[in-house]
């Protein structure tokens, strides 16, 4: 008895596989932009007022070190979903990041409990963290297994589909919060309303996901006794090259995402001279734009492949970022629109396609704890480093193009990981899990039957 093919999916399912899979990143984009758009107002209620420059760089800490905790909740939750099941691991992180943000909606602020506020913020926001580094990678591992070979692609871009419209969300909840209640109701209470609008998100999310049964690929495992008992070893060990190749594809994307949808508002703010309201309108044009495009583009790498859509993705960040940040130097409402939207299609296919890309390298018994670790180690440092770096160099050369350079630098990166990957359109997802096991000689049926045959699994 060996590994069987990955059972055949119902098409049926996939719905119930999008929902599932997608609610919790919305959940956590959310919170993440929100964290963002109300940071001056966070500033003032849970730390004190004497500086107000030093409560917004405490705000930011208190955000780096939400950030800085992801690695470790991909190792915990990359652990648990490798071990005992995706569905597990999907309820654990929605439950977890939707009653921390719940958390953050309700602490009373510094003029009330004094230290304790600025405390408390912390540990939420670490709870945040930690479910956080959990997030992509059982989303991810989910929707590739859950969905369709031959609709894969489209089933797996609904997780960014999912982070688009938490992103937008989020803005849009600000916008409407400071038109309808004004600035001063929203520093005094106002800005509570969107971390606690979480909690029914997280209610509905966790809902959806305990009513879908765990992945066949998985349960495939645990029937053959397969499942892995030591994923965190084994993935360091086996898939070290899975692992590298999943970093340089997620650097890319990571990068595109910040400086398109996060760092472009600023930039044109600050060095185009756009006013505050044109850029952010062009920011709602670019998030648009990737949200219509990106389940076209998941679908189309089912037709014609992964690898021509991410090559393609890279080629035209290394030759399209000069141009497109050139013409956005005109400062004429056609330029920022063409060169925005330009970017936002460069971001809607990497984003449309790098998910299912690096969960179809990865073997089942391995795959979320890959996925986690890659994600959650270079977001981080490549994230939270966009803007630092960007504004260095701009303020070192006098040169305002450098978010053009740095991402022709960042496309390379990827091309170069993405030409020592093969294509994996419409493959077996338990193709690598039969090899792993036929390079260990044995299948579980055999090892019932000899016994002097089992090997020393890790």
Known sequence: MSIPPSPAIEQKSLRKSVAAGSIGVLVHWFDWAIYAYMASTIAVVFFPAQDKTAGLLAVFAVFAVSFGVRPLGALLFGYIGDK??????????????????????????????????????????????????????????????????????????????????GFLGASLMVLLMNNVLGPDAVQDWGWRIPFILTAPLGIIGFYIRAKVEDTPEFKALEKLDEVAQSPLKEVFRNNWKQLLQTSGIEIMMNVAFYIVLVYLLTYQEEFIGMSIESAALLSTVASVT?????????????????????????????????????????????????????????????????????????????????????????????????????????????????????????????????????????????TLDREDAAKRGFTVAEQAKDPARTPQRN
């Open 84 to 165: 005992f099941g995706r569905k597990r691991t999907l309820s654990m992180v929605i439950i977890s990041m939707s009653v921390a943000t719940l958390v953050v909606g309700l602490l009373p602020g510094y003029n009330t409990i004094g230290i304790w506020a600025p405390i408390l913020l912390v540990a939420a926001r670490m709870v945040q963290g930690l479910a956080a580094g959990g997030e992509f990678g059982s989303a991810a591992a989910f929707l590739a297994e859950a969905s369709p070979a031959r609709h894969r692609g489209f089933g797996v871009s609904w997780l960014e589909v999912g982070s688009l419209l």
């Open 290 to 430: 990737a949200l219509v495009l990106v389940p076209l583009f998941g679908a189309w790498s089912d037709r014609i492949g992964r690898k021509p859509l991410m090559v393609g993705s890279a080629v035209l960040m290394i030759v399209c970022s000069y141009p497109l940040f050139s013409i956005m130097q005109l400062d004429t409402a056609w330029a920022g629109t063409v060169s925005t939207i330009g970017l936002g299609v460069i971001l809607a296919i990497v984003l449309g396609v790098h998910a299912v890309t690096v969960a179809e390298i990865f073997p089942t018994r391995t795959r979320q704890s890959g996925l986690s670790i890659a994600y959650s180690v270079t977001a981080p440092i490549f994230v939270g480093t966009v803007p630092l770096i960007l504004t260095w160099l701009i303020a070192e050369t006098g040169n305002i193009m450098a978010p053009a350079f740095y991402m022709i630098a960042i496309g390379i990166l990827g091309l170069a990981t993405l030409l020592t990957m093969k294509e994996t359109k419409g493959i077996d997802l338990m």
